[in-house]
C-alpha cells in the first residue's frame, strides 16, 4: 500500500497495521540510528536502548535534526524500506529562531509584547519548516521564580497571566491556520509540568507543591497552549505530588486529558519513561513502560521501554490493546494534519531554505524583537541616550567585540552570523570614532589586561562596558549557586567607573543576576540579555536613541541570591514586613537585607517619563453580570515620543484562602508623543477575580478587592472595590 499523494484514512491505517510496527510509531530517536551505515549494527548507544533493527525500521519519529538535504535523505531512505509508507516526523528544538536567532524567551517576554512573540515564532516555523522539521518542542511555559535554575532563560517569566498570552502568541506563530501549508508547523508545549519549580533552583530536582499553587500559578500556561491548539505536550523530568511526571495518571489522564480534553500527543522528555526507575517508582524498564503508557505518554523519547516491553504487556493483559491503538491514532493523525502522507517532504526545499534563513526581512524582525526584548535598568542624569555626534566610544568588556551572543538553545543559529556590540556601535556611527578592548574574559583572565583596557577607556569621551554570563552559564544543566558576574568582571568595571566618564553598563546573560553593587555604583544600565542575531545593532538603536526602550522585565531581579525565590506575586503572611525602614524583629524579613528585589517584575525605565493621575473606577461595586471600568489618565511629560506599558493588577483582601498580594489582571501598551496624554481604560469582570478554594473550586468570593495600576507592580496608585 502506497499513500503518497492523497489523503489517509488514519483509522483504516491502523486497522491494517501489526502491533510492532504500532509499537514504532511510539518510539523517538536521534537521526544517527537511521544513517545508513547504523542500521543493523546494534553496537554503542543502540545496545543500551535495548531495541533491534526491526525496531529501527519502524521507529515514528526522529528529534534533533534539520536541514533539507540531510532530512529528505533520511526520510527517503526510511519510506523505501517502510511497508505502508508511514512517513517520519521530524521534531526539534527550535526555541527562540532556527537560523535567525531571536532573543531568548525570557528576553521575550519583557517585551510584553505578543505580536512580537507570534512574528517570531512564525518566522522560526518558516524557516524551520524549509529545513524539514514538522514539530518543534516550544513554547516552554514553565513559571519560574528562582533565577538559580539554568532554565529560566526558556521561560517567558514569573507571571502565570503574561506567561499564558505568550505560550498562545507561540502557538500561533508555529502552527498558522493550517498545518499542512509549507511553513507551519506542529508546536509542542512543555515541560508538563511545574518543571520551573525545581527546589534550590537544581537542575532536576524535587518539585513539591500544593494543588493549589499548581492549579493557580503553573498549570495557566499550559493550558492556555492547548486552548490555542498547540498540538503536541511534553512531559517534565520531575515529580508532580510525588509522582514523576511521566508516569503520573493523575496529572496526565485526570487533568491533561479528562478536564482540559486535550487529544494531541504526548511525548516524553529526554529519557523520561527510563527514569521512572531512578526517581524510584519502578523497578526495572518494564514497569516503567507500564507506568507511562498507563498515565498517557505517547511518544517515548530516547529509551527503549515501550519496543521492549509493550508487547509483553498486552500479552499479560496489564496494558490493553485499546491504549496503544488510541496512542498511535494520536500519532497517525498528527502525521496526516500535518499533510505528510500527501506529501513526506512538506516544505523541504534547499532553495527556500537558503532565500529564507537569515534573509533581510527576518534579521529586521530580530532586530525589532532584540530592541523591544531589551530593558533599560538604570539612567541616572540621563547620560542615555549617548548622541551620535559624540566623540571616541571605547566598547569595554568580555562582549565588547563578542558575536556569541545567541543564547543556548540556538543549535542552527552560528555566532559568526551574529552582529557584536561593537559592530553594531560601528554600523550605527562608523568605525572611526569606535574602540573596543576586552578588559578581561567571562571566567577569568590576568590584571594585565584590565590595565590596557583602563588606558583605552581613558582616552573614549564616552564608554558602553559589555559584560554577562557565557552563554552555557544558563539553559538545560547550567544551575548556579552563585548568579554574580563571574570572574573579573565586576573589578573590570569598578576600574573602568572609576574614570568617571558617561559610562553605560550593557548586560548580556540568560537570567537575572545579582548585580546590587554594580547598579549602585553605575550610572546607566541596559539588560540586554542573549539577544540573537542582531544583537549588537539592536542594543546600538537604544544605546543611540533610534529606539526609546519599552521593555519591562518579566522576572524579579534578586537584591542577592539569599532572597530567592523573590517574586511579586506573593503572599502577605501574618506578619508582614510592609515596608524596608520598618525594623522591627519579629516580622517576616532578613535582617541583612530588603525583602524586596533589587528590580521588581513590570520594572523598566523609558527616555522618557509618564505621569499616572486621576485613576478612577466607573463604580465601587461589581457582580457576576457587570463590569467596572478602572481608568488613569497618561502623560508623556518628557522631551521624546515613548512607548509605556501601563499595567494592572488586582488583590483579594480577604478570601477562604490566602491570596497574593498582587495578581496582574491586564496591561496595555500605549505609544505617546512628548506632551501627550491619554487616558487608558481596563474592564474588570468578576472572571478575573476567580481562584482555586479548598475544594480546588475555581471560583471568586464576595467582598472587598484592591485594584492597582501603575507603571511596575511596585509604584502603583490603588482603589477598592467590592464584589456584590
Ligand atoms: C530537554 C527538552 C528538549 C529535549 C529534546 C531535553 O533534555 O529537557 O526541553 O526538548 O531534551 O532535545
Not at 188 to 205: D, L
Not at 420 to 429: E, V, W, Y
Not at 628 to 643: F, L, R
Request: include cysteine; proline fraction near 4%.
Amino acid at each position: 500500500m502506497t499513500n503518497q499523494g492523497k489523503k489517509v484514512d488514519v483509522k483504516e491505517l491502523l486497522s491494517n497495521i501489526t502491533l510492532k510496527e504500532k509499537i514504532g510509531q511510539l518510539l523517538q530517536l536521534t537521526p544517527m540510528f537511521l544513517q545508513e551505515k547504523a542500521v543493523g549494527e546494534i553496537t554503542g548507544p543502540m545496545g543500551d536502548l535495548g531495541i533491534d533493527s526491526e525496531d529501527i525500521k519502524n521507529c515514528g519519529s526522529i528529534l534533533g535534526i534539520g536541514g533539507a538535504e540531510e532530512v529528505m535523505e533520511i526520510q527517503k531512505n526510511y519510506l523505501e524500506n517502510s511497508k505502508h509508507k508511514i512517513p517520519l516526523l521530524f521534531m526539534a528544538d527550535v526555541i527562540h529562531g532556527y537560523r535567525t536567532i531571536f532573543p531568548i524567551p525570557l528576553a521575550l517576554g519583557c517585551s510584553w509584547d505578543e505580536e512580537i512573540v507570534e512574528e517570531t515564532s512564525r518566522v522560526a516555523a518558516r524557516e524551520a519548516s524549509a529545513g524539514g522539521v514538522h514539530v518543534t518542542f516550544s513554547p516552554m511555559v514553565d513559571l519560574v521564580r528562582d533565577a538559580r535554575w539554568g532554565r529560566v532563560m526558556e521561560s517567558t517569566g514569573e507571571d502565570p497571566y503574561l506567561n499564558s498570552i505568550f505560550a498562545k502568541a507561540a502557538v500561533r506563530g508555529y502552527q498558522g491556520d493550517d498545518l499542512s501549508k509549507d511553513g507551519n508547523i506542529a508546536a509542542c508545549v512543555k515541560h508538563f509540568a511545574a518543571y520551573g519549580a525545581p527546589e534550590g533552583g537544581r537542575e532536576y530536582n524535587t518539585v513539591d507543591i500544593s494543588e493549589r499553587m499548581l492549579r493557580e500559578y503553573y498549570l495557566p500556561a499550559y493550558k492556555a497552549a492547548i486552548e490555542e491548539g498547540c498540538k503536541m505536550l511534553m512531559t517534565s523530568f520531575n515529580t508532580v505530588n510525588s509522582v514523576p511526571s511521566s508516569g503520573n495518571e493523575w496529572l496526565m489522564r485526570e487533568v491533561l486529558r479528562n478536564e482540559w480534553s486535550y487529544d494531541g500527543v504526548v511525548i516524553s522528555d529526554w529519557a523520561a519513561i527510563k527514569e521512572l526507575i531512578p526517581h524510584g517508582v519502578a523497578e526495572d524498564e518494564r514497569e516503567a513502560a507500564e507506568k507511562a503508557m498507563k498515565a498517557g505518554v505517547d511518544i517515548e523519547m530516547m529509551t527503549g521501554c515501550y519496543p521492549q516491553w509493550l508487547e509483553k504487556l498486552i500479552e499479560e493483559g496489564k496494558i490493553s490493546i485499546e491504549l496503544i491503538d488510541q496512542a498511535v491514532f494520536r500519532i497517525l493523525k498528527l502525521k496526516e494534519e500535518l499533510g505528510l502522507f500527501a506529501d513526506p517532504y512538506k516544505g523541504l526545499s534547499k532553495d527556500r531554505e537558503a532565500s529564507l534563513n537569515l534573509c533581510e526581512e527576518h534579521r529586521n524582525i530580530a532586530r525589532k524583537a532584540a530592541a523591544a526584548s531589551m530593558v533599560l535598568l538604570k539612567n541616572d542624569g540621563s547620560i542615555l541616550p549617548f548622541s551620535k555626534e559624540t566623540g571616541k566610544v571605547a566598547v569595554i568588556g568580555p562582549y565588547a567585540d563578542e558575536q556569541s551572543i545567541l543564547g543556548w538553545w540556538s543549535w542552527q543559529g552560528k555566532a559568526e552570523d551574529a552582529v557584536s556590540l561593537k559592530q553594531g556601535i560601528i554600523n550605527k556611527i562608523g568605525s572611526e570614532k569606535v574602540v573596543a578592548a576586552k578588559g578581561c574574559d567571562i571566567i577569568d583572565s590576568d590584571d594585565d589586561k584590565i590595565v590596557q583596557a583602563v588606558e583605552l577607556a581613558k582616552t573614549a569621551d564616552v564608554i558602553v562596558l559589555a559584560l554577562g554570563e557565557a552563554a552555557d552559564m544558563s539553559g538545560e544543566g547550567a544551575s548556579r549557586a552563585f548568579i554574580k558576574l563571574s570572574g573579573k568582571q565586576e573589578q573590570l568595571a569598578d576600574e573602568i567607573l572609576k574614570l568617571n566618564k558617561p559610562t553605560a553598563i550593557v548586560l548580556f546573560n540568560g537570567r537575572p543576576i545579582e548585580i546590587t553593587e554594580l547598579y549602585g555604583k553605575a550610572p546607566a544600565v541596559l539588560e540586554a540579555w542573549f539577544p540573537g542575531t542582531e544583537g549588537g545593532n539592536a542594543a546600538a538603536d537604544i544605546l543611540f536613541g533610534d529606539k526609546n526602550p519599552t521593555g519591562r522585565l518579566s522576572m524579579s531581579f534578586p537584591y542577592t541570591v539569599g532572597q530567592v525565590p523573590v517574586y511579586y506575586n506573593e503572599f502577605n503572611t501574618g506578619r508582614p514586613k510592609i515596608d524596608d525602614s520598618n525594623t522591627e524583629r519579629y516580622v517576616s524579613h532578613y535582617s541583612d537585607i530588603p525583602n524586596a528585589p533589587l528590580l521588581p517584575f513590570g520594572y523598566g525605565l523609558s527616555y522618557t517619563t509618564f505621569k499616572y493621575e486621576n485613576f478612577m473606577i466607573s463604580d465601587d461595586t461589581l457582580t457576576e453580570d457587570s463590569s467596572i471600568a478602572a481608568s488613569v489618565m497618561i502623560k508623556n511629560t518628557g522631551s521624546v515620543d515613548g512607548e509605556e506599558i501601563v499595567q494592572l493588577y488586582i488583590r483579594d483582601i480577604s478570601g477562604s484562602v490566602v491570596r497574593p498580594v498582587k495578581e496582574l489582571k491586564g496591561y496595555k501598551k500605549i505609544y505617546l508623543k512628548a506632551g501627550e496624554e491619554r487616558q487608558v481604560s481596563f474592564e474588570i469582570r468578576e472572571d478575573m477575580l476567580r481562584f482555586y478554594n479548598s475544594k480546588m473550586e475555581l471560583k471568586s468570593e464576595k467582598g472587598k478587592f484592591n485594584v492597582m495600576v501603575g507603571p511596575n507592580s511596585k509604584e502603583l496608585m490603588t482603589l477598592e472595590f467590592k464584589l456584590i
